[in-house]
């Protein structure tokens, strides 16, 4: 394996390892330290009123987000945006008790790529679950399905550097089965 071959095997794997971080993290939030932690808006208005006003940030997860939408029960439920600091991301789509459920698009803070990295697609408490796409700044892409936050099932990963197209079966963010494609699917 020459250099640069083996670069771009290294860039791969920390392209994956940096999604299962991040989906890990997003995870890790459970409704629990939501709904202990919903205290105060960003504005300063009081808990009382988080049923109510679905036009103002509230801090969440002690501390480690903020949330904006339907409420029910004191956490986030429905239509939202939740903002998560780690990673500088944001999650617009539906929520159940303070977790993304149902169809989703998560995007990320944009540094050093040539356009926004994010996922669409479908969540199940908060981790990329069934159909789904996720976009890297670089302009690299896997379309297809998820469980668990990892390539699983049939999918299509497209390499631009490559300008080729994996088509196959993945199980656990692992190639299965399945064949290059010259271009884009």
Aim: hydrophobic share 20%; glycine share 12%.
């Amino acid at each position: 394996m020459n250099i640069t071959n083996m670069n771009y095997c290294e860039m791969e794997e920390k392209k994956r390892e940096e999604r299962r971080k991040i989906a890990s993290s997003n995870a890790s939030s459970n409704a629990s330290s939501v709904a202990s932690s919903v205290a105060s808006s960003d504005a300063g208005i009081e808990e009382e009123s988080l049923e109510n006003d679905s036009n103002t940030w509230y801090t969440t997860e002690e501390g480690k987000g903020r949330y904006m939408g339907e409420w029910k029960n004191g956490l986030p439920n429905g239509k939202g945006i939740q903002h998560i600091y780690k990673d500088d991301s944001y999650i617009d789509g539906n929520f159940i008790d303070g977790l993304a459920e149902g169809h989703c698009k998560q995007t990320f803070e944009q540094t050093w790529e040539m356009m926004e990295p994010y996922y669409e697609g479908e969540f199940k408490r908060n981790e990329y679950h069934g159909e789904g796409e996720y976009h890297y700044g670089n302009g690299d892409y896997y379309k297809g399905q998820w469980k668990d936050s990892k390539y699983h099932g049939n999918g299509a990963e497209y390499s631009k550097r490559k300008n080729k197209t994996w088509v196959g079966e993945y199980e656990n963010d692992e190639k299965v089965e399945g064949n290059w494609v010259k271009g884009e699917i």
